[in-house]
Nanobody
């Protein structure tokens, strides 16, 4: 299974980006998916997760109201809309595919990880 995150880049504070995660797995629609991030010198942290149906979503408190997770099962893709970006959002963002159909904020519940895409927020 391959996961590939894309859409990262450099933006000014207050700006927006849209990250995309593509997977090669045919059973993409059976699994929950999630986004995590790792800032320089910090541990990886949970950002957002979505169930296999897309009806259940979870967000870290730090991004709630600013980021939106979504998925398109027909295209085997997941997205993360990042709005009102702050310098503290600077990190490598990783997409991950869960072990079950449900959304989870725990990294141990994810079995496949992509290589990540860098988001830099700076003036």
């Amino acid at each position: 299974v391959q996961l590939q995150a894309s859409g990262g880049g450099s933006v000014q504070p207050g700006g927006s980006l849209r990250l995309s995660c593509a997977t090669s797995r045919r059973t993409f629609s059976n699994n929950g998916m999630g986004w995590f991030r790792q800032a320089p010198g910090k541990e990886r942290e949970f950002v957002a997760a979505i169930s296999w149906t897309g009806r259940s979503t979870h967000y870290a408190e730090s991004v709630k109201g600013r980021f939106t997770i979504s998925r398109d099962n027909a295209k085997n893709r997941m997205y993360l809309e990042l709005n009102s970006l702050r310098p503290e959002d600077t990190a490598v963002y990783y997409c991950a595919q869960g072990r079950s159909a449900y959304s989870s904020s725990n990294s141990v519940d994810y079995q496949y990880w992509g290589p990540g895409t860098l988001v830099t927020v700076s003036s």
